[in-house]
Nanobody
Framework: QVQFVESGGGLVQAGGTLQLSCAAS????????VGWFRQAAGKEREGVAW????????FYEDAVKGRFTISKDNAKNTAYLRMTQLRPEDTAVYYC?????????????????????WGQGTQVTVSS
């Protein structure tokens, strides 16, 4: 049974740092691209970052590029999201999920989405 358990969220002041963890079970994390998504109150869930299955290629949305770092520890079957220079607009529930990446005929990434299973999320609140 595929499961994700997110943790590490909390209340932090603007400019602060948090590290989120995503403990995966029921499958081998190394074999899948995994990503972080977030959903702010009253808004749709959006992608934040993802990391590829084997070569560690990463992708970040412009809103978090340079501030957030996604990583994973295959031995622990756990993915991480280190968030620095946090802003009030980063306030949201953060989720992790397996990712399906769409590429064009040239192999360039043109989109991605969370696939099947989702965890319960972890709340991140950034005060100004």
């Amino acid at each position: 049974q595929v499961q994700f358990v997110e943790s590490g969220g909390g209340l932090v002041q603007a400019g602060g740092t948090l590290q989120l963890s995503c403990a995966a079970s029921g499958f081998t994390l190394e074999n899948y691209a995994v990503g972080w998504f977030r959903q702010a109150a009253g808004k749709e869930r959006e992608g934040v970052a993802w990391i590829s299955s084997h070569d560690g290629t990463t992708f970040y949305e412009d809103a978090v590029k340079g501030r957030f770092t996604i990583s994973k520890d295959n031995a622990k079957n756990t993915a991480y999201l280190r968030m620095t220079q946090l802003r009030p607009e980063d306030t949201a529930v953060y989720y992790c999920a397996r990712v399906i990446v769409t590429r064009n005929d040239f192999g360039e990434v043109v989109g991605y989405r969370g696939s099947d299973y989702w965890g319960q999320g972890t709340q991140v609140t950034v005060s100004s």
